[in-house]
């Protein structure tokens, strides 16, 4: 138990700490992107008219991406079918939004919708976008700060968004359902839902209309360690829209892969070491930088999900002594990025946020922490229990094949030994935030059968799957092609983008749909403080502290969650809840401190006022108030008895 609180400890220090980074940051000259914004609401009162319906491509024939680096920034447009919306102006998942529409339709909920519905930027992103997040309850009921609230996004990684999709789904859910469905409207005026759809909108952009991938962020990053920026891109040499392989055949026994005989089709590669296959294979492109190599330091490098302040760590080449522990995608230091900046500051400036969902793929799994240590050894066993029910709650809606923490769980589906994260999101969230926090893997990679029972799905599992079931979008036939330095090769591979990273289009939805449920059922569950009786009792006069009454004030938690988990308890994120009785004008006073508590999920207590009244006077009417941190706050109007 020392070592554990020496950890706690410890975890309130790295807050002070990545505070103060935050507000360095905030003093700091201005960077040639990405600077830190306040937030800049919307007004309620006046939100603006969304105007006609977007294209969902960029003017121009090339899209340049944000930043200084070596190579090339500037790319072809491509006009992906997939972005297309079936009707223009009308919602439907069966396409991938780009961000033009998105924001789009959040300004059109937002403007149609004000009773519920408030638009707002958080930030900007490393290129200067607008960062844009909705709110979503009954202003009519109470504000959103004093209400208990989750918190969704996705669009962190560049090219996972199947995640924006399921966002952009629960947004759309909620907004058409309320007023018409009774649990939905229950929701929205008891809490507050936060929905950001496009944490990384310049990735994401790059991503949706260029064939460019990339892991995150697009700030130039030295990936190859040559000391140049993103100098060797992988480039779309086809004109397919696609980046892929490159399978040049050099004769039996003489390269490093092979054509798969396990696959059906007789398409997928197989590695099968130098000396032993006919093809050699390559990343599409060319070799910009003159090292031999293809592709292999493109658009950006950092990891948006490395660069929390809890556990992190430094990148390689930035740890001096060798012996230290290191994180590839780092960042320069915690919170170094503005993506994930604004999300820190956003959710430390709200502690009534008990849940929080930042989403990826393409696992798929229900991802959550500890990253670096065992659950059973670093966690409260209170707190873990919470997580492992939800953990089932989220199967039971999404059917994924795992769910469980980070180090083990996920480092070991396959086999192996638990591993590491350091600065990941989830333990952020949980050591840190206090919160029931996830980070959750949608859409499986076409990983849907594994043929041999080995444990693993395989590339040739994969392309069985689709010759079986008819799909031919899965894989990009093998084309000739006349390489400038490596001759005649052939070019083809997995979709990178809609089939490897998320769904096809026609699945988008399931996809999407399951897992915002799970988001939403872990909404229904959030803390929410009711007081539920009200007893006001005379005492005998010549009390010590000269009150004349007690008010028992009877509360309760409607929900599973508690107002604080353990683990929030410990690191101070929140106050302790509280009843108060506020007593009009100068008829008296309450005596002592306000009574403080905790309320587990679906417990109840009472918790006693003292309370003096000045001789001969009558308060009539007195408010007595509940308020939680993250369980909200609520009054009740109380007749004074006599």
């Known amino acids: ?25 905030a003093q700091a000259a201005p960077l040639k992107s990405g600077n830190a914004e306040p937030q800049q609401k919307i007004a309620a009162s006046s939100p603006q008219a969304p105007g006609p319906f977007p294209s969902p ?18 790319f072809p447009v491509v006009h992906y079918d997939e972005l297309q919306a079936k009707v223009p102006g009308e919602m439907d998942f069966e396409h991938f939004h780009s961000s033009n529409e998105i924001n789009w339709w959040l300004t059109k ?33 109470g504000k959103d700060t004093d209400k208990p609230a989750a918190f969704f996004e996705g669009g962190r990684h560049s090219g996972e968004i199947t995640s924006t999709e399921s966002v952009l789904w629960l947004a759309w859910n909620l907004v058409e359902n309320y007023g018409d469905d009774a649990k939905i409207t229950k929701l929205l005026d008891e809490k507050a839902i936060y929905l950001k759809p496009l944490n990384n909108p310049d990735g994401s952009d790059m991503y949706r209309w260029t064939a460019q991938t990339n892991r995150s962020s697009v700030r130039p990053h030295d990936s190859d360690g040559d000391g140049k920026l993103d100098d060797d891109p992988p480039l779309d040499l086809n004109g397919d829209g696609y980046v892929t392989q ?21 398409r997928v590669m197989r590695s099968v070491g130098q000396g032993n296959g006919d093809y050699l294979v390559y990343t599409e492109g060319i070799d910009h930088d003159g090292d031999g190599r293809i592709g292999e330091d493109g658009i950006g490098g950092l990891d948006l999900h490395r660069n929390y302040p809890y556990n992190w760590r430094p990148e390689a080449s930035a740890e001096l002594t060798g012996r230290g522990n290191t994180q590839g995608g780092a960042g320069e230091y915690p919170l170094s990025e503005p993506e994930t900046r604004h999300v820190f500051t956003f959710l430390t400036s709200h502690p009534n946020v008990s849940v929080v969902n930042s989403m990826d793929t393409a696992v798929p799994m229900h991802l959550r922490g500890p990253s670096t240590c065992d659950e059973k050894e670093c966690m409260f066993p209170a707190d873990l229990r919470i997580f492992e029910h939800f953990d089932k709650v989220g199967q039971s809606f999404t059917d994924y094949p795992w769910a469980g923490d ?56 994969r392309s069985r799957w689709c010759a079986e079931n008819d799909r031919t979008d ?76 007690e008010v028992a004030v009877s509360v ?19 106050q302790p809840d509280t009843v108060s009785v506020e007593l009009p004008g100068t008829v008296g006073q309450t005596v002592g401190d306000e009574p403080e508590f905790w309320l587990k999920g679906r417990d109840r207590l009472t918790a006693t006022v003292r309370v003096k009244i000045a001789e001969g006077a009558s308060p009539g009417m007195v408010t007595v108030r509940a308020a939680s941190t993250r369980g909200g706050v609520v009054e009740r109007e109380v007749r004074w008895p006599g």
């Open 1 to 25: 138990m020392a070592s554990l609180f020496a950890k706690r400890l410890t975890t309130t220090g790295v807050l002070a700490l990545a505070l103060g980074l935050v507000a360095l940051a």
């Open 57 to 74: 491509y960029p003017e121009g024939d090339t899209y340049t991406v944000p930043g200084d680096r070596d190579g090339p920034s500037e």
């Open 109 to 141: 909920w937002a403007y149609d919708h004000p009773e519920i519905a408030e638009l707002y930027e958080v930030g900007k992103s490393f290129g200067g976008v607008p960062i844009y997040q909705l709110t979503l309850t009954n202003k009519a009921t």
């Open 246 to 266: 490159m399978r040049k055949y050099i004769g039996a026994g003489k390269g490093t892969h092979v054509v798969d005989d396990r696959d059906p089709a007789g």
């Open 406 to 461: 980070v180090y083990n769980d996920y480092a070991t589906r396959f086999g192996g030994e638990p591993e590491a994260l350091y600065g990941h999101g989830p333990d952020f969230g949980y050591f840190q935030f206090g919160a029931v926090w996830y980070g959750d893997e949608l859409w499986n990679g076409g990983r849907f059968t594994d043929y041999n029972e080995d444990g693993r799905y395989d590339d040739w599992e």
């Open 474 to 549: 899965c894989f990009l036939d093998w084309t000739a092609y006349d390489h400038e330095k490596l001759g005649a090769v052939e070019i083809g591979g997995f979709d990178p983008k809609f089939w490897n990273q998320n769904a096809p289009a026609e699945l988008l939805e399931e996809w999407a749909a399951n897992q915002a449920k799970f988001n939403l059922g872990m909404a229904f569950e959030l803390p929410r403080v009711e007081i539920s009786g009200v007893k006001v009792r005379p005492l005998p006069s010549g009390q010590s502290d000269g009150a004349t009454h």
């Open 556 to 574: 309760r938690n409607t929900a599973r969650i508690p107002t604080a988990l353990e683990q929030a308890k410990r690191v101070k994120i929140v």
